[in-house]
Structure formats: C-alpha cells, structure tokens
C-alpha cells in the first residue's frame, strides 16, 4: 500500500512538472498561464462595476427676462479742472512767503515776494540815467537851435555878398551834426526809458502773484530759499481753480475705445470711500494713443460733480463706462455658453461592450471656448436637457455684460433649462 501512494505522488509530480526531472521551462509556462486568468477575471469585474456606474449629472440654469447693462472698465486718477503752477521769473532770495497749504485764494493775492534791495538800486540807477539822458537831449536841441539860426543868418548874408561860400558851407554842416546829435539823444532817452521799463517790471515780479482764484495745492518754498531761475522757472506754487468741479482721466484699452463716446455716463469708486460709488460723464475722448508695456491706451477725461470736495486730486478711480444698456432681454449665463458635454456621455462608446471598455476612442475635456458655429461669432450654441442628455440648441446673441448674454434667435424662451457645467461623480 504505501508503494502504490507513492507511485501517486510521482504521477502527480510528473503532471504539475515538479519532478526531479521537469523543466524548468515548463514552470514558467504554468505561472504565466495563471497571471493572465487572473488579470482578465479582473478586467472583467472593473467593466462590470464600470457599467453599474451612475449617469453624469449637470449643472442647469434657466433663461429668464431682464435688463442688461454693458460697460467698460479703466482705471484712472482725478484732476482739477485747471491746475496752475506759479514760479519767478526772477533769481533771488525767497524774504515771504504769504500762504500754505489749502488756503483759499483769489486772483491777484500776494503768494510770496523776493529780497528786492537790489532790484530796487537798479531801479534808482535806470531812473537817473533817465534823467540824463533827457538832460542830454535837451543839450542837443539847444545845439540845432543855434547852428539853425547860424547858419540861416549865414544864408541872408550870403545873399548880399557878405558871407562867403566857405562859411556858408561851414555853417551848414554844424547845423546837420546838431540835428544828427539830436537824433542821438533822443535815441539816448528811449533806451534808458525802457532800461527802466525793465527794471521795474523786474521789481513787480519780485512779488509773485495768483494768476487764478481757488486752492494752494502744493507749497515748494520757504522764506530764505534761495530761487534760480537761470535756465528754467521754477515751480514754487501749485494751484487748483476750483475743486467743486474736476476731472477723472482714465487709459481705455484699445479694444475698447470704439465703444466709447462723448456723452456716456459712467460710475467709479476710490480706495478713499469703500462701498461708495460717484457720477461721471465723458467729456472727451483723445485720439492720441498712449504706449505703456506695450499695451496701447486712449486718455479719457470725464467731468465729476465734487460739491462736497470729498474727492481729492491725484486719488486712483475705477470707473465703469455704461456703452450699452438693453431692457426686456432674454437672457442665458455665460456658463451656459462655455459649455460643451464630454464625448465619455455619448452612447457610442458604452456600447462597444468589454472590447470597447479595453481599447477606448481618446476622450476630450470640455471646452471653455464659446463654441462658434459656421464662424460666426454671434452664432453660438448651447445645450439644454432632454432624457437626461445634453442636446444642443443653436442660438444668435448679442449683447453681454460678462455675466449674463443676451439672445436674439433661437429656440429658447423664459425657463428654458440649459447647462452650465458637469458635477462630479460619486466616489
């Protein structure tokens, strides 16, 4: 009996290949063979859990009626309506200074005024040179009058044989030098006349003067600063005219300028006043581009109503520009149309059976792009659901303020419910 188990067992071992005279070839083909059972028993499982899975789920939202504004942004800084600056004309020494910052002014009041010892000595010089100047004018109408008579005199003699041809002559040459030195003088007197004219004038513009009533902005100077004007003026006073009423210039991208017009209100907001927004209306907008880091801007000025001078100049602003607004529009989200459902949701793939499930068609994502048809940007679609699936709805939009769109054609009405997004699948 124990013969015959063991004859068994080396049966078996034979079998299995396990004897001491198997292969080990023979080994490797059985271990094979046992992965590849394995690995299809759980492909086959996963397709089977993979089927049993839930449908996508999406994301709705209706469309609906409503008003759509549509505006454009720029940024900005606020300005007075007409800003001044004051500086001398004049090098000198700074002896007052007659007003700070934020003072009230009116037109003509006294800003400052220069050390004037040595202005008002030239003044006294040009005046005396004046003075002798008409003395020697004076001198040279006395010099005619007596060399006219002369030589007059000279003539009537002459008439008579008493006076000869050389005197005559003589005579008749001092007169025209004494006219000549007349001339000179007179000459003379004009020139230090208008020595004096400049001098004076630089004696009153040693007092520096508002040109305008309003504001002092800024105060660059104080009394003993010394102030060169030898190649430009300098700036000693900033003023504002009038603070109640000023100016917000803002930089309007190039995309948007078309958009932009004359007359178009708009609101805006500073850091200042959080939750507060204020009043605008263009008043210009410049043909001139402006280039900063490449990117190309128009300069936009609007008028700002400041009666309670809340706003100050210089403060940054964020305005929004009303270039269209549209009432009793059907409107759909944005979301709606970015939307596009994934090619996984089609039935052509899930029903390929286990041999589709192992060698897919590749998947796209979503897109985010508007989906354009026949391109045509206003032509657009979206997706509304019927039996649980995605089925597209070509629409013609219009207007959008980002948020919302408006559409103009298509079969769409009031409650139309699109999608707008997938939601994840459970895990």
Not at 76 to 92: A, F, I, K, R
Not at 125 to 135: E, G, I, N, T
Not at 280 to 302: K, N, S
Not at 309 to 317: C, I, N, V
Request: with cysteine.
């Amino acid at each position: 009996m124990t013969n015959n188990a063991t004859e068994r067992s080396d049966d078996i071992s034979q079998v299995l290949g396990l004897g001491s005279h198997s292969t080990g070839r023979k080994r490797w083909k059985w271990l094979l063979a046992a992965m590849a059972v394995l690995a299809l028993t759980g492909i086959v499982v996963t397709y089977q859990s993979a089927g049993n899975s839930p449908k996508t789920q999406f994301k709705t939202a209706q469309a609906q009626w409503g008003n759509l504004t549509v505006t454009v942004t720029a940024t900005g800084t606020l300005e007075p309506v007409n800003q001044v600056d004051v500086g001398s004309e004049l090098s000198g020494t700074i002896e007052t200074v007659e007003v700070d910052y934020n003072h009230q002014i009116e037109r003509g009041q006294v800003l400052a005024r220069l050390d004037t010892d040595r202005l008002e000595a030239e003044v006294i010089q040009a005046r005396a040179s004046l003075d002798s100047a008409k003395a020697k004018e004076q001198e040279a109408k006395a010099t005619v009058l007596e060399t006219r008579l002369r030589f007059e005199r000279c003539q009537k003699l002459a008439q008579r044989q008493l006076c000869s041809q050389e005197e005559l002559d003589t005579t008749r040459a001092a007169y025209a030098r004494a006219q000549a030195a007349e001339a000179s003088a007179k000459a003379q007197v004009a020139v230090a006349r208008a020595t004096l004219d400049t001098h004076e004038t630089d004696l009153a513009k040693a007092v520096i003067r508002s040109p305008i009533s309003g504001i002092v902005l800024v105060r660059a100077v104080e009394p003993g600063q010394t102030v060169a004007a030898s190649f430009q003026t300098p700036v000693l006073f900033t003023l504002a005219e009038d603070l109640t009423q000023m100016e917000l210039h803002v930089d309007v991208d190039e995309a948007d300028v078309g958009q932009v017009k004359e007359g178009q209100r708009a609101t805006f907001t500073v850091d200042a006043y959080p939750g507060r927004i204020f009043s605008a209306q263009i008043t210009q907008v410049r043909y001139g581009a402006q280039e900063i880091d490449g990117v190309i801007t128009y300069e936009t000025v609007l008028r700002v109503n400041n009666s309670d001078l809340s706003l100050r100049p210089g403060m940054t602003a964020t305005a929004d520009i009303v270039v269209e607004q549209v009432e009793n529009a059907l409107l759909i989200p944005n979301r709606a149309l970015r939307f596009t459902p994934p090619v996984q949701d089609k039935p052509s793939t899930s029903n390929r059976g286990l041999i589709g499930y192992l060698f897919p068609h590749p998947s796209r994502s979503p897109s985010k792009q508007r989906p354009e048809v026949n391109g045509n940007p206003q032509q657009q679609r979206v997706w509304s659901l019927q039996e649980g699936r995605p089925t597209a709805l070509p629409i013609t939009i219009g207007a959008t303020d980002g948020i919302m769109t408006q559409v103009l054609e298509g079969e769409i009405e009031p409650g139309t419910v699109l999608v707008t997004d997938t939601l994840p699948r459970p895990s």
